[in-house]
C-alpha cells in the first residue's frame, strides 16, 4: 500500500529554481511566492526584534567566568515559541513562577506579610518589559505571575491565609498602577483544579492540599534525580537555585523557634532537608509550566546560565545586576531618589520609615543635617 500523501501549503507555492535564488529579483516571482516569501522574512524580524528586548531585561551568568553578562545564550532556544505566536498575530505570553509569599522573618528581613514598594516596582518593571514589545510588535506580550507561594509556604510555616492575602493586595497594586500587562496565574488554575476562572478565597483555601499533592504526583522528581541534578556540573541553574534556597532558609529560619537546641550540624541537616523539598517543588511547577504552557517564553528572578530561560532582575541594582527579592527584603530610597534592596536589620537605625495608606511602605535615607 502506498503512503498517504501528506499536504502542506507549501504545496501550492510554484517552485523557485536555484538560480533564480541566486539572482534574486522579486519581479521573477509570482504573486503567491512573492508574498509567502516577504511574509515570512517580516514574521521572522519581528520574532528577532522581541527577542532582542527581552534579552535586554536579561542578566545571566557566564558558565565560564561566573560573572553576569547581558548576553542571553538560550536566545534560540525561543525563538520557535515567539515566532509561533507572531505568524498568528498572538499575544506573546510570558511566564515568570515568582511573588510566592513576605519572607516569614518579619523581624530582621521585611517590613510585613502584604506586599510593598519593593513589589510595586518589580511589578512595574515587568509590565515594562510587556509594553515595550509592543511598540515593535502590535499584539504585544502579557506576563504571567505564576505565584507560587502555596507550593513552599508549609515547608516554612506560613499560613495559606496569609499567601491569600499576600496574592490579593498583589492585585490591588497591579489595578491600582493600571499595570494592564500583567496576570495572575494559580497554581490551581494552571493544574486544572480550578480550571479558567477568578478564585474565591475558599476556593483558594480549599484547594491548597489538592494542589501541592496534584503537583508532586504529576510533575515532582525522585529524591535521586533531584541529588544527580543538584550535584551534576552541566546543571548549573539547578545547582544555583539549590543554593539559593539554602541561603535564605540559613537566614530566615536559622533560629525559629523549631531548630532551638540543635546544634550546627543537625540544624545544618534539617534546613538542607527543607531546601531539597523546596528545590523538588520548585522543579515540579518548572515541569508543570513547560508541560502545560509549552509555547510561553520562560523568565526567572533568579540567576541563571540562561540556557532555558531568561533571567530578569526585578529591581535592577545600579549595575544593573540581581538584588534581593522583594518578599526577602525592602526598599531603600536614597537622598539621590535611587532605589536598592536591603533587610530591615540592615537600615532601620538609619532610615526613616515611610508609610502607605497606614502600611510600611520603605524605607527613605536621612538627609545630613551638616554642611
Request: aromatic share 8%; hydrophobic share 40%.
Amino acid at each position: 500500500m502506498e503512503a498517504a500523501t501528506v499536504y502542506s501549503p507549501l504545496d501550492d507555492i510554484p517552485r523557485i529554481s536555484t538560480d533564480t535564488i541566486h539572482y534574486f529579483d522579486s519581479s521573477t516571482l509570482l504573486p503567491p511566492t512573492y508574498n509567502y516569501v516577504f511574509q515570512e522574512v517580516e514574521n521572522f524580524r519581528l520574532a528577532f526584534g522581541i527577542l532582542n528586548i527581552l534579552e535586554r531585561y536579561g542578566r545571566h551568568i557566564d558558565p565560564n567566568t561566573s560573572k553576569q553578562s547581558s548576553f542571553w545564550v538560550g536566545k534560540g532556544l525561543f525563538l520557535p515559541r515567539v515566532y509561533h505566536h507572531v505568524r498568528l498575530r498572538q499575544t506573546i505570553p510570558l511566564t515568570l513562577p515568582a511573588f510566592p509569599c513576605k519572607s516569614p522573618n518579619n523581624v530582621d528581613k521585611v517590613l510585613g506579610h502584604l506586599p510593598d514598594l519593593g513589589e510595586e516596582l518589580a511589578l512595574r518593571r515587568l509590565n515594562s518589559l510587556a509594553v515595550d514589545i509592543g511598540r515593535v510588535y502590535k499584539p504585544g506580550a502579557y506576563v504571567n505571575i505564576a505565584t507560587d507561594g502555596i507550593l513552599f509556604n508549609d515547608i516554612l510555616g506560613v499560613p495559606d491565609e496569609i499567601c491569600w492575602e499576600y496574592g490579593e493586595a498583589l492585585k490591588s497594586i497591579i489595578a491600582e498602577g493600571s499595570l494592564t500587562r500583567i496576570r495572575l496565574l494559580q497554581p490551581m488554575n494552571l493544574l486544572g483544579i480550578i480550571p479558567g476562572k477568578i478564585i474565591s478565597r475558599h476556593e483558594y483555601l480549599s484547594a491548597t492540599f489538592s494542589c501541592r499533592l496534584s503537583l508532586e504526583r504529576r510533575f515532582a522528581p525522585s529524591e535521586d534525580t533531584l541529588t544527580k541534578a543538584i550535584n551534576n556540573p552541566t546543571s548549573q541553574d539547578t545547582c544555583l537555585t539549590y543554593r539559593g534556597m539554602l541561603r535564605f532558609l540559613s537566614s530566615d529560619l536559622g533560629s525559629s523557634a523549631s531548630l532551638l537546641g540543635l546544634g550546627r550540624n543537625a540544624k545544618g541537616k534539617v534546613l538542607r532537608g527543607m531546601a531539597r523539598k523546596m528545590m523538588q517543588q520548585s522543579e515540579a511547577f518548572t515541569l508543570a509550566i513547560r508541560t502545560l504552557r509549552p509555547l510561553d517564553v520562560r523568565l526567572s528572578m533568579h540567576p541563571s546560565s540562561g540556557a532555558v530561560k531568561l533571567s530578569i532582575p526585578l529591581i535592577p541594582g545600579p549595575d544593573g545586576g540581581f538584588q534581593k527579592s522583594p518578599w526577602h527584603s525592602c526598599v531603600v530610597v536614597g537622598v539621590n531618589g535611587a532605589c536598592r534592596m536591603a533587610h530591615v536589620s540592615e537600615v532601620r537605625d538609619t532610615h526613616d520609615l515611610v508609610f502607605h495608606r497606614g502600611q510600611p511602605w520603605f524605607y527613605r535615607e536621612r538627609r545630613s543635617l551638616v554642611g
